[in-house]
């Protein structure tokens, strides 16, 4: 079974980086969908980024485009994956959630990139942006 466990959350000033971890255990991510989510409150659970595994093609959303990166441990046998965020905003405070999808086939990274298409979840990290 695929577990999950996000790390790195925290308080940090507008204009400040943190970079999230997501370690995998019970499965290996080659030939999936990797993702990262936020939630903010009284929002509903928005697509940050994700990337396939299979090929690497990666899909940002435009409210972090420029500021955030996803990026994969290249290791051989990698379970772990990120997300670099940059020059943080006071908007960018959520729940941030790691996920992993099995990949549909013939669709694309961004049409993959929403809740309904991930089974399985981190149980969230809080970032909080603000002076």
Do not use: H
């Amino acid at each position: 079974q695929l577990q999950l466990v996000e790390s790195g959350g925290g308080l940090v000033q507008p204009g400040g980086s943190l970079r999230l971890s997501c370690a995998s255990s019970g499965l290996n991510l080659d030939f999936l969908t990797i993702g990262w989510f936020r939630q903010a409150p009284g929002k509903e659970r928005e697509g940050v980024s994700c990337m396939s595994t299979s090929d690497g093609s990666t899909y940002i959303s435009d409210s972090v485009e420029g500021r955030f990166t996803i990026s994969r441990d290249n290791a051989k046998n990698t379970r772990t994956f990120y997300l670099q965020m940059n020059s943080l905003k006071p908007e960018d405070t959520a729940v941030y959630y790691c996920a992993v999808a099995r990949t549909w086939l013939g669709v694309d990274v961004r049409t993959m990139c929403v809740t309904r298409a991930f089974g399985s979840w981190g149980q969230g990290t809080q970032v909080t942006v603000s002076s």
